[in-house]
C-alpha cells in the first residue's frame, strides 16, 4: 500500500464571485464526507486567499458559506472595466521575462491608484473573523510592483494576515496597490490565477479555479500541476450554470449569494471526482 503524502488545497482568484463559488464547493464536499480544509498545505490567491485565510482558522464552513447568503452590507464593489482591462495586455505583450512583464503592469497599477487611497483592508478585515495568522501551513500570493517578483507571504513572513490578504485581492486598475514594509504588493493572479506551484511538495492536490484561464503557457493551471507532480490531483472549474450565476462583472456583491449556491450545488457533482484524490 503507497502511504499517503502531503496534501495540497489551492484556492484560485476570481472576484466576490469566486469567493462565494469556492465556500459553496467546499461547503458541499464537506457535507458528504470530503473535507479538503484538512489539507496539510493550503495555496491563496487573490479571492482563494480569503478562502484560505478563513478555513484555515478553523472557522466553520457551514456559518462562512450562510455568511455568503447574507446581504453583502460590508463588500465594496468594483468592476474592471474594459479600457482598464486593454490597460494590462501591453505589459504582458512586449518581450522581456515574466519578472519584467509582472513590474510593468505593476506601474499601471501605481498609475491607477496610490497605495491606501481606498480603504481595501478595511473591507478585507470585514471578511476575516479571525485576523492572526493561523497555525497552519497558509501560503498568500502577491506580486512586488516594483520589481515584479513574485512573493508568497506565510505565518513566518512577519507580515500582518489582513495586510497579506489584501495584497493578494489588489486588482490592477481596481484597488490600489498594498504597502508592507516599504515595498508595495498587487494580486498574486497576475502572475497566475491559481499558482498551484507553489504547492510544490504536495503528494495529492485539489485545485478550486473559479478562472481557470492562465496569461501564459507556462503559467497555466495544468503546467503548474505537471511542475508539482503530485501522484494525485484534480481541477474543479465552475460549471456552465456557475458562470452564469456568476455574471460579467466577478466583483459584483450583488452575485455573491448566487454564486455560492451555484457552488453548493455543483459541488454534489464532485464527490466522486475529487474524494479519491483526497483519500488516494
Not at 490597460?87 to 521575462?97: A, C, E, N, Q, T
Request: negative net charge.
Amino acid at each position: 500500500m503507497t502511504e499517503r503524502g502531503p496534501s495540497a488545497l489551492v484556492l484560485g482568484g476570481g472576484g466576490i464571485t469566486g469567493i462565494a463559488w469556492e465556500i459553496g464547493i467546499l461547503h458541499g464536499l464537506a457535507e458528504a464526507g470530503v473535507d479538503l480544509t484538512d489539507a496539510d498545505t493550503v495555496v491563496g490567491t487573490s479571492a482563494g486567499s480569503v478562502v484560505g485565510a478563513q478555513v484555515t482558522n478553523g472557522l466553520p464552513l457551514a456559518d462562512l458559506y450562510a455568511a455568503q447568503l447574507e446581504p453583502p452590507d460590508a463588500e465594496l464593489g468594483g468592476r474592471l472595466s474594459r479600457i482598464a482591462a486593454l490597460k494590462l495586455v501591453p505589459p504582458y505583450v512586449l518581450p522581456g521575462s515574466g519578472r519584467d512583464k509582472l513590474a510593468r503592469v505593476g506601474r499601471v497599477a501605481r498609475a491607477a491608484h496610490e497605495p491606501g487611497s481606498i480603504d481595501r483592508e478595511g473591507v478585507i478585515r470585514s471578511r476575516l473573523p479571525a485576523h492572526d495568522w493561523p497555525q497552519r501551513d497558509l501560503r498568500i500570493t502577491a506580486v512586488d510592483t516594483e520589481s515584479g517578483e513574485f512573493t508568497v507571504f506565510t505565518p513566518g513572513s512577519g507580515v500582518d494576515l489582513v495586510s497579506a490578504v489584501a495584497a493578494s485581492c489588489a486588482v490592477p486598475t481596481v484597488w490600489p496597490p498594498v504597502e508592507i514594509g516599504g515595498r508595495t504588493y498587487m494580486d498574486g493572479g497576475m502572475r497566475s490565477t491559481a499558482n498551484v506551484d507553489v504547492a510544490a511538495g504536495a503528494d495529492r492536490v485539489v485545485v478550486l479555479a473559479p478562472l481557470p484561464r492562465s496569461i501564459s503557457r507556462r503559467t497555466s493551471i495544468r503546467a503548474q500541476v505537471e511542475k508539482v507532480g503530485p501522484r494525485a490531483w484534480s481541477v474543479v472549474t465552475p460549471d456552465e450554470q456557475a458562470l452564469a450565476a456568476f455574471g460579467r462583472n466577478l466583483l459584483d456583491p450583488a452575485k455573491r449569494a448566487v454564486a455560492a449556491e451555484a457552488g453548493l450545488r455543483q459541488s454534489r457533482d464532485l464527490v466522486d471526482q475529487v474524494g479519491p484524490v483526497w483519500s488516494a
